[in-house]
């Protein structure tokens, strides 16, 4: 009985909660603050990016309910760095990639929910909060009388966005558009050492079994055919080592745009080449599609690349440097690629003598 009277419960505040996240409505508010679920750096979440998880433990539940009923369905995540210091302590990045709820359900006594990242926030005054410490906050008298629950943890947030960004056509000196170019240029030439790289792999695996470490390139790829595209849409980022070297950058931009511009699961994407929702503007600081079009190709760029350049790559506020970040990196994946090819080359040309 007291287990259906939870399940019930949970049932029945799922059922009140909202339908899909409003990053715009709570980036609106007057006190900007944002529930933290911790993951470790490597998951962190690039804008386009989508996350599915299942919350059932009681702190999960109790932060999403207060996300859900007063932060209107946002959520942060907390990255945890690898330990660094003598006493094997963990630290956290002050950037977080910020989350938008797109669908969510009832399901074995939690609750499952799928996110799309729509930005990122910088961190402040991180605390550990009841849900009726927060609706005690929020002067919800009704509410606060509940029991306190588990601790979430939850802090003050600032969305990193440009604030009115657009693009002047007209001008000669863009370097914004320079570097777009460059970037795009050396995420093709990136990709196709890449594909060069898993075809390296497989001509070796035919002639001898590689192990997990050599058969694994330095950039993370795996090798094999790339997935069907339906499974690109249904497992998401989670495929970049595979469908990563068969995607153009356009390619990928659009499908961040696509991501990024739908609001619900069961909504269509936009037609190829529509203005992109007034909303994706408002929320990111854009003014025009084309400088929204350089902002999500400068997350995109970096999407296959280590993890501490993608969190840096949300830690810029500005797209050109974002762009230049980008381009500094994918310089060093390009060189560092080219050199495994040719190690490569010269074993597999030894083993066939």
């Not at 009832?106 to 910088?122: D, E, I, M």
């Not at 170019?181 to 050396?186: A, F, G, H, N």
């Not at 995420?187 to 050492?193: K, S």
Request: charge should be negative; hydrophobic fraction near 40%; proline fraction near 7%.
């Amino acid at each position: 009985m007291r287990l259906l009277c939870l399940a019930l419960v949970v049932l029945r505040s799922v059922a009140l909660l909202l339908p899909v996240g409003d990053a715009n409505a709570w980036r609106r508010q007057a006190r900007r603050e944002v529930c933290l679920l911790p993951f470790p750096l490597c998951d962190g979440l690039l804008p386009g990016e989508t996350l599915q998880v299942h919350l059932w433990e009681p702190s999960q539940r109790a932060l999403f309910e207060t996300a859900s009923r007063q932060l209107h369905g946002c959520i942060g995540m907390l990255l945890e760095r690898p330990p660094s210091g003598a006493d094997g302590s963990p630290s956290y990045a002050a950037v977080a990639p910020l989350l938008e709820l797109r669908e969510h359900q009832p399901a074995s006594g939690g609750v499952w929910c799928s996110f799309t990242c729509v930005g990122a926030v910088r961190l402040s005054a991180v605390e550990l909060r009841t849900v009726a410490e927060q609706h005690a906050l929020d002067d919800d008298a009704a509410e606060s009388a509940d029991d306190d629950g588990e601790p979430f943890l939850i802090a003050q947030a600032v969305l990193l966005r440009e604030e009115g960004s657009s693009v002047d056509h007209d001008s000669a000196d863009d370097e914004e558009a320079f570097l777009s170019t460059e970037v795009s240029r050396l995420h093709d030439e990136v990709n196709a050492l890449r594909r060069r790289t898993l075809e390296l792999d497989r001509e070796l695996e035919q002639r001898a079994p590689l192990t997990a470490s050599e058969r694994v390139t330095s950039g993370g790829d795996r090798p094999g055919s790339p997935p069907p595209a339906s499974d690109r849409v249904r497992f998401g980022y989670r495929l970049g080592p595979l469908v990563g070297p068969y995607l153009s950058v356009d390619e990928l931009v659009r499908l961040r745009l696509d991501s990024l511009s739908v609001r619900g699961v069961d909504e269509a994407p936009p037609p190829p080449g529509s203005p992109a929702p007034n909303r994706l503007h408002e929320l990111v600081g854009t003014a025009d599609d084309e400088s929204l079009r350089r902002r999500v190709l400068s997350f995109a760029a970096v999407e296959a690349l280590h993890e501490h350049v993608r969190v840096g790559a949300l830690a810029h506020e500005d797209t050109a440097a974002r762009l230049q970040h980008a381009r500094a990196a994918l310089q060093a994946r390009k060189a560092a690629l080219a050199a495994e090819v040719s190690m490569r080359d010269v074993l597999a040309e030894a083993w066939s003598k």
